[in-house]
């Protein structure tokens, strides 16, 4: 099923266990969430009116350490949803080595419709719903769609206050004045980047004439489009919900990045609305590097002849329906969950290689790690050695899930993802035991 992402998961699962050295009994126990609780969260809302908000948080498994994920405010968040979110996060911290195991926050709710004060309202609400449930030791929230470091550091603070005393260990991705990383809000980003131009190696091709195409351009779109293209790459495609900007010759990234990070859409950057932003390029003798772009579907995004596709919004989004008309050689997946499983198999019978999500855009919990180790010394590291611990540790998972793919001749990088990290959880579960 293409639209449950649960299913999807499982599916994933389903492609790995053959080639995993699991036992079966073992393989079947990582298919359940180990619970998710589901909390109603009445808010007062700036324009006086009560609303009901719904809200999950989902632990997936533990066997390797506290549980770890993020927390989305999004209009079509599911219970569903969260859990699958919370198994991809189980597997990504086992691929990329972390001492922690999965989980994944969510509420359903239209961010673009609340104010300031809603969101602080609706964040410390759901906070103290799952505040039993998280803590440093147990469960760490951190960053994920629609939510940012203002949000962890009002989860922080409601959590904080029933505690008595400042806990900064039990989110990440928090401002730096109170116990944040340098180098996290750009970490998704950034290991997109470094995954892209190992990748890049590994096939023995050159970064610098390359085209890419970046759906989304949030957070880790942006970033990932931004480093890329210091990487030499030619970022010639990216979107947001109003549409996608276009120029085979390459888009000026830093000039988009300011334009929707002031608030907006790429559509009006393309409509010109915004020239201001090209114009002062006029006169310094590089105007002519950049022809206004043109506006294409999202839709069409996907199809583009680029060399990489990166999807970097929602699941679900190459499907059996549009994989025959993908014409990139590679894809990069920054979202998670982007490809149905019905669309994997046509990539891999056609040898497009895929960086599976839980390798590519690990960076965030890989960072959101060190953020909570500094947090634990009491000690804070600056960005050179954040960003060289980074680039160690998803070099080092990107090599062991190639070695993998090579040596035991698997189908595909996910299913040599999946195995090392299925091999990973199931191992911790043996040592362990079941208890009682
Ligand atoms: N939400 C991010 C992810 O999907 C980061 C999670 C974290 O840092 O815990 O990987």
Same mark, same amino acid.
């Given at each position: 099923?293409?639209?449950?992402?649960?299913?999807?998961?499982?599916?994933?699962?389903?492609?790995?266990?053959?080639?995993?050295?699991?036992?079966?009994?073992?393989? /079947?126990?990582?298919?359940?969430?180990? &619970?998710?609780?589901?909390?109603?969260?009445?808010?007062?809302?700036?324009?006086?009116?009560?609303?009901?908000?719904?809200?999950?948080? +989902?632990?997936?498994?533990?066997?390797?350490?506290?549980?770890?994920?993020?927390?989305?405010?999004?209009?079509?968040?599911?219970?569903?949803?969260?859990?699958?979110?919370?198994?991809?996060?189980?597997?990504?911290?086992?691929?990329?080595?972390?001492?922690?195991?999965?989980?994944?926050?969510?509420?359903? +709710?239209?961010?673009? =419709?609340?104010?300031?004060?809603?969101?602080?309202?609706?964040?410390? &609400?759901?906070?103290?719903?799952?505040?039993?449930?998280?803590?440093?030791?147990?469960?760490?929230?951190?960053?994920?769609? !629609?939510? !940012?470091?203002?949000?962890?550091?009002?989860?922080?603070?409601?959590?904080?206050? @029933?505690?008595?005393?400042?806990?900064?260990?039990? #989110?990440?991705?928090?401002?730096? /004045?109170?116990?944040?990383?340098?180098?996290?809000? /750009?970490?998704?980003? &950034?290991?997109?980047?470094? #995954?892209?131009?190992?990748?890049?190696?590994?096939?023995?091709?050159?970064?610098?004439?390359?085209?890419? *195409?970046?759906?989304?351009?949030? !957070?880790?779109?942006?970033?990932?489009?931004?480093?890329?293209?210091?990487?030499?790459?030619?970022?010639?495609?990216?979107?947001?919900?109003?549409?996608?900007?276009?120029?085979?010759?390459?888009?000026?990234?830093?000039?988009?990045?300011?334009?929707?990070?002031?608030?907006?859409?790429?559509?009006?950057?393309?409509?010109?609305?915004?020239?201001?932003?090209?114009?002062?390029?006029?006169?310094?003798?590089?105007?002519?590097?950049?022809?206004?772009?043109?506006?294409?579907?999202?839709?069409?995004?996907?199809?583009?002849?680029?060399?990489?596709?990166?999807?970097?919004? #929602?699941?679900?989004?190459?499907?059996?329906?549009?994989?025959?008309?993908?014409?990139?050689?590679?894809?990069?997946?920054?979202?998670?969950?982007?490809?149905?499983?019905?669309?994997?198999?046509?990539?891999?019978?056609?040898?497009?290689?895929?960086?599976?999500? $839980?390798?590519?855009?690990?960076?965030?919990?890989?960072?959101? @790690?060190?953020?909570?180790?500094?947090? *634990?010394?009491?000690?804070?590291?600056?960005?050179?050695?954040?960003?060289?611990?980074? /680039?160690?540790?998803?070099?080092?998972?990107?090599?062991?899930? $190639?070695?993998?793919?090579? =040596?035991?001749?698997?189908?595909?990088?996910?299913?040599?993802?999946?195995?090392?990290?299925?091999?990973?959880?199931?191992? *911790?579960?043996?040592?362990?035991?079941?208890?009682?």
């Amino acid at each position: 099923m293409a639209d449950d992402p649960f299913e999807n998961m499982l599916a994933q699962m389903d492609r790995a266990e053959e080639y995993a050295d699991v036992d079966h009994g073992v393989f /079947e126990r990582l298919k359940h969430p180990e &619970r998710t609780l589901k909390v109603t969260l009445p808010v007062e809302l700036d324009s006086g009116e009560v609303e009901v908000f719904e809200g999950y948080r +989902c632990q997936f498994d533990s066997a390797r350490g506290p549980f770890k994920g993020g927390v989305r405010f999004h209009p079509t968040v599911t219970q569903r949803e969260v859990e699958a979110l919370a198994g991809w996060m189980t597997w990504k911290t086992a691929l990329v080595d972390l001492p922690y195991g999965g989980a994944k926050g969510g509420v359903i +709710c239209e961010p673009k =419709e609340l104010t300031q004060n809603d969101l602080e309202s609706l964040t410390r &609400r759901y906070t103290e719903g799952i505040r039993r449930m998280i803590g440093p030791e147990t469960d760490v929230p951190a960053p994920d769609m !629609n939510t !940012n470091p203002q949000t962890m550091a009002w989860m922080m603070d409601t959590y904080s206050m @029933y505690e008595g005393h400042s806990v900064p260990q039990v #989110v990440t991705g928090k401002p730096l /004045e109170i116990g944040g990383t340098p180098g996290r809000v /750009e970490a998704t980003g &950034r290991g997109v980047s470094i #995954v892209t131009e190992r990748l890049f190696e590994y096939l023995d091709r050159d970064l610098s004439e390359a085209t890419v *195409a970046i759906q989304g351009f949030g !957070n880790v779109g942006s970033n990932a489009a931004r480093l890329l293209d210091e990487a030499g790459a030619r970022i010639v495609a990216t979107s947001d919900v109003s549409g996608a900007a276009y120029d085979p010759d390459g888009l000026d990234v830093s000039a988009l990045a300011a334009h929707v990070s002031a608030g907006g859409l790429i559509e009006e950057y393309v409509a010109g609305e915004t020239r201001a932003d090209r114009g002062d390029r006029e006169g310094d003798g590089s105007a002519d590097r950049w022809d206004d772009p043109d506006e294409i579907g999202n839709d069409e995004l996907l199809t583009l002849d680029v060399d990489v596709l990166i999807p970097a919004a #929602v699941e679900g989004v190459i499907t059996a329906d549009n994989v025959d008309d993908l014409r990139a050689s590679a894809v990069v997946e920054a979202a998670n969950g982007p490809t149905t499983v019905a669309a994997d198999e046509v990539l891999t019978e056609r040898d497009v290689q895929v960086v599976p999500d $839980i390798l590519a855009n690990a960076g965030g919990v890989i960072v959101s @790690y060190l953020e909570w180790v500094q947090n *634990a010394q009491e000690f804070s590291w600056p960005l050179e050695t954040v960003n060289a611990e980074l /680039e160690r540790r998803i070099g080092t998972a990107f090599d062991q899930t $190639i070695d993998q793919y090579d =040596e035991k001749g698997l189908p595909d990088l996910r299913t040599a993802a999946y195995t090392l990290a299925l091999e990973r959880t199931a191992s *911790a579960h043996e040592y362990r035991g079941l208890f009682p």
